[in-house]
Every structure is written in structure tokens, then in C-alpha cells.
């Protein structure tokens, strides 16, 4: 059982139980209450530290690097650009670097796909029989050669 899953009062109860002196080791305290001694390492750790044993806050405000309404106007005007192109044409623009997988997920953001067009045949007719050539040509066509 990580920290992660190891709930405030638990954690709390812990700490006490350490402090208090009812265990004398880590050791102990891990099996007194169910969890691996580097959890109780951890848990004092933070008590020492902070004063209290509340999860820390999980990541966040991270916020886009792309100026997602120029991006929208760049992609409309510039549709077959090539990523690393956007990536240009924007530390251009905003005198910022960004990675291609930076760019690709503001692309993403703003709905905009990678495929360019949908595929037809190059003859623009397309197969005509499921045969490959060779072979005998089918029965209608020998009986009217009269075969």
C-alpha cells in the first residue's frame, strides 16, 4: 500500500503512534499498521517538513505554450504544413520554442487532423473485376467468341 492509497486519518494515526512512543522504530510502526516502512519513513519525513502529513497537490496549470487562436488561423491558411514547419513559423511569430509534440497536441486541441484528403483510385474509375489479369477471360465472353 503506496502513500498514494494510505488515507489522512491512517496517516495521522501513524504519525501519533510513532511520536507518542507506543513503537519505537519504524519497523514496528510499518507493522502495527499494515504498511511498508519506507510509507513511514515518507510520512515523517513530511510531518518534519511541513508540519502536517496532507497529500501534496497533484500537478496542474500547465498551460498551453501555443497560442491555440493563431494556430487555428496558421492551420486554415497553411493546411499542408509540415509539423516541424508550424513549429518554425511559430517561434517566428512568438519568439518561443516548442516541441513538435507540443504542436501536435494544440493541433489536436484546436480539431484538426492529420489526414489531408481522402483516397480515390488514381485512374479515377477505380477496379472494375476482382481479376488480376491472366487467365482464361470468363464463360460469357468465350460463348459469344463462339467457343
Same mark, same amino acid.
Given at each position: 500500500?503506496?502513500?498514494?492509497?494510505?488515507?489522512?486519518? $491512517?496517516?495521522?494515526?501513524?504519525?501519533?503512534?510513532?511520536?507518542?512512543?507506543?513503537?519505537?522504530?519504524?519497523?514496528?510502526?510499518?507493522?502495527?499498521?499494515?504498511?511498508?516502512?519506507?510509507?513511514? %519513513?515518507?510520512?515523517?519525513?513530511?510531518?518534519?517538513?511541513?508540519?502536517?502529513?496532507?497529500?501534496?497537490?497533484?500537478? /496542474?496549470?500547465?498551460?498551453?505554450?501555443?497560442?491555440?487562436?493563431? $494556430?487555428?488561423?496558421?492551420?486554415?491558411?497553411?493546411? %499542408?504544413?509540415?509539423?516541424?514547419?508550424?513549429?518554425?513559423?511559430?517561434?517566428?511569430?512568438?519568439?518561443?520554442?516548442?516541441?513538435?509534440?507540443?504542436? +501536435?497536441?494544440?493541433?489536436?486541441?484546436?480539431?484538426?487532423?492529420?489526414?489531408?484528403?481522402? +483516397?480515390?483510385?488514381?485512374?479515377?474509375?477505380?477496379?472494375?473485376?476482382?481479376?488480376? /489479369?491472366?487467365?482464361?477471360?470468363? $464463360?460469357?465472353?468465350?460463348?459469344? $467468341?463462339?467457343?
Amino acid at each position: 500500500m503506496g502513500m498514494a492509497n494510505t488515507s489522512l486519518d $491512517l496517516r495521522r494515526r501513524i504519525v501519533t503512534a510513532y511520536r507518542s512512543g507506543k513503537t519505537s522504530t519504524y519497523e514496528t510502526t510499518a507493522e502495527m499498521f499494515g504498511v511498508g516502512r519506507a510509507t513511514v %519513513d515518507r510520512l515523517l519525513r513530511r510531518f518534519r517538513e511541513t508540519g502536517d502529513v496532507l497529500a501534496l497537490p497533484v500537478g /496542474g496549470n500547465n498551460p498551453r505554450r501555443v497560442d491555440l487562436a493563431w $494556430l487555428e488561423q496558421h492551420a486554415r491558411v497553411n493546411p %499542408d504544413v509540415r509539423l516541424k514547419d508550424r513549429v518554425a513559423a511559430w517561434q517566428a511569430q512568438s519568439g518561443r520554442r516548442v516541441s513538435i509534440a507540443a504542436m +501536435w497536441g494544440a493541433l489536436h486541441a484546436i480539431g484538426w487532423t492529420h489526414k489531408k484528403r481522402h +483516397w480515390s483510385p488514381a485512374n479515377g474509375t477505380g477496379r472494375t473485376s476482382r481479376r488480376s /489479369g491472366g487467365g482464361l477471360p470468363p $464463360l460469357s465472353l468465350i460463348s459469344t $467468341l463462339g467457343g
